[in-house]
């Protein structure tokens, strides 16, 4: 396997250097080191991994090469799209990292690379307040509560893509342990409408638009779900 989708970031970055003998052959795929006009920018650009792509080819100075993208989550198609022919036929002596959530990731990515996933979740930097009151904040019965959880979600400081991944995880959780047919569909409505959240944030949407479309959407969903339970 010359891919790898990791969601442990001190993890991927163990494996990925014990590949090496030579610091010259591990490269990470940045926009500081790959795209500078676009340097301040998280999401590697399409033009990142054009520019990344250009040196693939080039021989390592050891035995392998390889390839770390941090927060490969947060690029948009049209560079996942740029990044997923060198996985289709990468050199024999390149070996390529993704690291972020792969729910996130195209599915042809994600079907070209081997998922090494952890249960340790210790790529989301919150403190454990406000992981707690994100465990229950999109719980809402009512509009008022909905609001309140607007609110809130708007309040915080923290890296709004770290929030975005925490409700991911909590809602991937309820999916798997619940036994309850409509828990499960009001979790799936859930992740889908996050992934969506992520989608329009990745897009430079504006924060707050998007957590008022999340949480009205995933409320009218828990609404529905009320009015066919008392049918």
Known sequence: MHAFIYN???????????????????????????????????????EGVRNFLDIVPIAPYGDSKVFVIPQADLMLAEAQNALLKVLEEPPAFCTFFLIGNHNLLLPTIRSRCQLMLSDDKTDVNLDDDTKHKLSYVLE????????????????????????????????????????????????????KEISNAVRYLKQNVGYANVVNNLVLKIYQKMENIDVRKQG
């Open 8 to 46: 442990n970031k001190d993890k991927a970055y163990a494996h990925a250097k014990n590949l090496v003998t030579s610091d010259y052959d591990f490269l990470e795929v940045t926009n500081q080191n790959f795209d500078a006009d676009k340097a301040d920018k998280p999401a590697l650009t399409v």
């Open 140 to 191: 809402c019965k009512n509009y008022p509560n909905a609001y309140r959880a607007i609110n809130y979600l708007n309040s915080l400081k923290t890296d709004k893509f770290a929030v975005m991944s925490y409700l991911e995880q909590l809602y991937a959780q309820k999916l798997e342990d619940s036994a309850d047919d409509n828990v499960k569909f009001h979790a799936s409505v859930a992740l």
